[in-house]
């Protein structure tokens, strides 16, 4: 038995990663944008690569994956977008 490919899952995970690093540095807005980016990166990957390429992305159906990743990356873009990062007195 052969392991599973996994496909281009690695072209979007050191975009998230990056985000992760921002963030931990306390880059927060830079971290979100990146995030985010990450995000819609693997929702794209996820649409127009065909399943036995798009490995580690595939979770369940396209229609599904498409939709969480690109709304979870709109969502996060739109909430760093919004953040206050002004300090309070």
Known sequence: ???PRLGW???AAPVLFV??????????RFAGFTMAAGL?????LRLVLP????GGLVV???????FTMGM????????TYSLDLTPRR
């Not at 399943?51 to 798009?54: C, D, K, Q």
């Not at 979870?72 to 909430?79: K, N, P, R």
């Open 60 to 66: 369940r159906s396209r229609l599904v994956d498409v």
């Open 72 to 79: 979870f990356g709109l969502v996060l873009a739109v909430i």
């Open 51 to 54: 399943n036995a390429l798009s």
């Open 19 to 28: 985000g992760v690093v921002a963030f931990w540095l306390g880059h927060v």
């Open 40 to 44: 819609g990166l693997a929702a794209v």
């Open 1 to 3: 038995m052969t392991a």
């Open 9 to 11: 899952w690695w072209v």
